[in-house]
């Protein structure tokens, strides 16, 4: 059963937590740009009793700490709230793009927000009861490029943290137990010699051809590469005019692996496979690393009582007819195979296409495909994190049906039931010594003498 102090927190600030959630979603920003959302959630902080930072963390524009209260536990909450180009939709169950350059398709304007709510209800039980402890709430950005977390992970600072809290907009209620693939983000520039193609081509050296045969070597690789393993890339540069040889060409790779060992063997596969296209075609280039992280680091005894109190203290979400009926008509507009939805998710996902209880862990850690920044945090403090249904059930990531859900009611239940759990969680933390001991020896027996090491030094 819910603590009554940390519902009647949320009793009396759900509309605030909404209307800033809605506030986010309607203002998105790139990311490393996230100026209004920082504005926003830095000011409902300040206005709760917190200590907010000023100007840049860890070299970070758009990064900040909020702080209250003193000494130990020191629990952090983990917000994002950068958005996604090409993803402006309006709220309704069909595609329906709005006139702006940027839309939450990952519905990080829940997660931001939710986070907040977090700290916030934390803080004021913590003041009602006289706890000590103290509660901490970063604003992480840039997720989306793999920067923010990465970034202030090796700038230390989350290091004095006993224990992080985080969660991500889902089609499931699940204490999680996934890790993040280890991911590279690197940049291939080519140099040749500019030349005019017609009159005297002999005299060029392609380097728009050596992005070509490095894109083709790197297809081949696929097959090769360990299990897990992916490959994502785009052509930044393909030169200026079909009549001039490209002097210039540059092509930008995702390597994914689900751990960093496997990411590491890939990237130097491609670094060979750059090496012989640019000798096959007589140019030469240079590799710029942009981002990386490793893989995810479960703790299994915060992953159990974060289940634990999914169980006992938080109530199922309760989605209406209305919300299920849009759910149905979007996955219809989204082109979703039924019969495969029913094969993933039970012969009745048709009727019940939101999730309405929630997971239990398997007690293993789960490989899942796809990164986050937090991977690198889980390093360093013992991080925990939930999923929560924000739209319905098979709805793909970074498309224009999450946006549609992120800025109405189906996306705001979700980001208020795991702003819930994640201060009920932080409750247990702080109240109970043993608890949170053993949280942090299960980090360590889960890090197994491993220290960090980020991938992009």
Request: net charge negative; hydrophobic share 40%.
């Amino acid at each position: 059963m819910m603590r009554e102090e940390i519902q009647a927190w949320f009793d009396g600030n759900r509309e605030l937590l909404v209307k800033t959630s809605r506030d986010l979603w309607e203002h998105p920003e790139a990311s490393q740009q996230e100026c209004y959302a920082c504005e926003v959630l830095g000011q409902l902080l300040r206005e709760q009793g917190f200590e907010v930072s000023e100007g840049s963390l860890a070299g970070l524009a758009t990064a900040f700490e909020a702080k209250w209260g003193s000494g130990s536990p020191k629990i952090g909450f983990l917000a994002e709230y950068d958005a996604l180009p090409g993803l402006a939709q309006d709220t309704v169950s069909s595609p329906a793009p709005l006139d702006q350059p940027f839309g939450h398709g990952c519905g990080h304007n829940l997660l931001g927000t939710g986070a907040v709510g977090a700290a916030l209800a934390l803080k004021a039980v913590m003041e009602e009861k006289k706890l000590p402890g103290t509660v901490y709430l970063y604003g992480c950005p840039s997720e989306e490029i793999m920067e923010g977390k990465i970034v202030m992970t090796k700038e230390h600072v989350f290091d004095h943290l006993d224990a992080a809290l985080s969660w991500h907009p889902g089609d499931y209620n699940r204490a999680s137990e996934e890790s993040y693939q280890a991911m590279m983000s690197v940049e291939y520039h080519f140099t040749g010699k500019a030349s005019h193609a017609a009159m005297a081509p002999q005299e060029g050296f392609s380097a728009l051809d050596a992005v070509e045969l490095m894109d083709v070597g790197v297809n081949y690789l696929r097959e090769h590469v360990p299990a897990g393993g992916q490959l994502h890339y785009v052509i930044l540069n393909g030169g200026q005019k079909p009549n001039i040889v490209p002097e210039k060409a540059a092509v930008w790779q995702f390597i994914r692996a689900n751990t960093t060992a496997d990411l590491k063997r890939i990237a130097a596969r491609l670094d060979d496979i750059a090496e012989g296209a640019a000798k096959m075609t007589g140019t030469t280039f240079t590799k710029k690393l942009l981002s990386g992280c490793n893989e995810t680091r479960i703790v299994p005894e915060l992953v159990r009582l974060m289940n634990e109190v999914m169980e006992q203290e938080v109530p199922a979400i309760d989605w209406t007819e209305e919300e299920k009926a849009f759910s149905r008509e979007l996955l219809t507009a989204l082109g979703t195979d039924r019969e495969g939805l029913a094969a993933r998710f039970g012969a009745d996902v048709w009727e019940h296409p939101l999730d309405e209880s929630f997971s239990v862990p398997t007690g293993r850690t789960v490989d899942i495909l796809g990164s986050s920044d937090i991977s690198d945090v889980s390093y360093v403090v013992p991080t925990g994190m939930l999923f929560a249904a924000c739209y319905p059930k098979g709805t793909p990531n970074h498309t224009w049906g999450v946006t549609a859900c992120s800025g109405q009611s189906i996306g705001q239940k979700g980001m208020l039931y795991a702003a819930q759990v994640m201060a009920a969680t932080g409750l247990r933390l702080v109240e109970d010594a043993k608890e949170l001991e053993a949280v942090k020896e299960s980090f360590r027996q889960a890090l197994g003498g491993i220290k960090y090491a980020p991938v992009v030094p």
